[in-house]
């Protein structure tokens, strides 16, 4: 990565106001941006969205179960499809488990992913996760409150991509921020650490 790209990415992250939450953030395409902190504790909050079959879900329907929550775009074309598989072989790990946990991917890009775009999606994946969607105030302040960076990217023959943070939070039953939860491991090493949440 070359300075210059690097120098801009941290002065993006900067102004995004995001520089005090994790000690890893991935955009997107996979950059890595460097700056730690530790406001563990003020990561996630309320929310009120909508699934993939039109239900409303909030922060309390998470609680009771351990949670990983996940932000992106259906149109995403590595890093989501890729984690969402990820997830997808550790609820498979999990077994009967996997019942008491909670996996859910919320949009950044609510003007492509409504309920049925995601119910779509989803259809690709393990019937154990979740999709989340809502209007553009909702996605932003759900954002903003788990310390998620996301933006709007135009592309050269029209339309758009999303940059948006990719990791994968794992919240305890009580819905408090545990850690970023590491899919860089085997399925089972995975579902151990998240079993030791139930
Ligand atoms: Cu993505």
Same mark, same amino acid.
């Given at each position: 990565?070359? !300075?210059?790209?690097?120098?801009?990415?941290?002065?993006?992250?900067?102004?995004?106001?995001?520089?005090?939450? #994790?000690?890893?953030?991935?955009?997107?395409?996979?950059?890595?941006?460097?700056?730690?902190?530790?406001?563990?504790?003020?990561?996630?909050?309320? &929310?009120?969205? =909508?699934?993939?079959?039109?239900?409303?879900?909030?922060?309390?329907?998470?609680?009771?179960?351990?949670?990983?929550?996940? &932000?992106?775009?259906?149109?995403?074309?590595?890093?989501?499809?890729?984690? #969402?598989?990820?997830?997808?072989?550790?609820?498979?790990?999990?077994?009967?488990?996997?019942?008491?946990?909670?996996? *859910?991917?919320?949009?950044?890009?609510?003007?492509?992913?409504?309920?049925?775009?995601? +119910?779509? /999606?989803?259809?690709?994946?393990?019937?154990?996760?979740?999709?989340? =969607?809502?209007?553009?105030?909702?996605?932003?302040? *759900?954002? +903003?409150? /788990?310390?998620? /960076?996301? +933006? !709007?990217?135009? #592309?050269?023959?029209?339309? $758009?991509?999303?940059?948006? =943070?990719?990791?994968? $939070?794992?919240?305890? +039953?009580?819905?408090? &921020? *545990?850690?970023?939860?590491?899919? !860089?491991?085997?399925?089972?090493?995975?579902?151990?650490?998240?079993?030791? /949440? #139930?």
């Amino acid at each position: 990565m070359s !300075k210059q790209v690097r120098i801009s990415l941290i002065l993006l992250a900067f102004l995004a106001g995001f520089l005090a939450s #994790l000690g890893a953030i991935l955009i997107g395409s996979g950059r890595v941006l460097a700056p730690s902190g530790q406001q563990a504790a003020a990561i996630g909050g309320p &929310f009120r969205l =909508t699934d993939q079959d039109g239900r409303t879900v909030t922060e309390q329907d998470l609680n009771g179960h351990p949670s990983l929550v996940f &932000f992106g775009f259906t149109h995403c074309p590595d890093i989501c499809p890729t984690t #969402l598989f990820d997830i997808s072989e550790v609820m498979r790990a999990l077994g009967a488990d996997a019942d008491r946990t909670h996996a *859910v991917f919320i949009t950044v890009d609510p003007e492509r992913d409504t309920a049925p775009v995601l +119910k779509d /999606y989803m259809s690709s994946f393990d019937p154990h996760l979740s999709a989340l =969607t809502g209007d553009l105030p909702s996605i932003t302040a *759900v954002a +903003k409150e /788990y310390r998620v /960076y996301f +933006k !709007k990217v135009p #592309l050269d023959g029209g339309g $758009y991509t999303m940059d948006h =943070t990719a990791i994968v $939070y794992l919240m305890d +039953k009580e819905g408090h &921020f *545990v850690s970023p939860f590491s899919l !860089k491991r085997t399925p089972q090493a995975s579902a151990a650490e998240l079993r030791r /949440y #139930l």
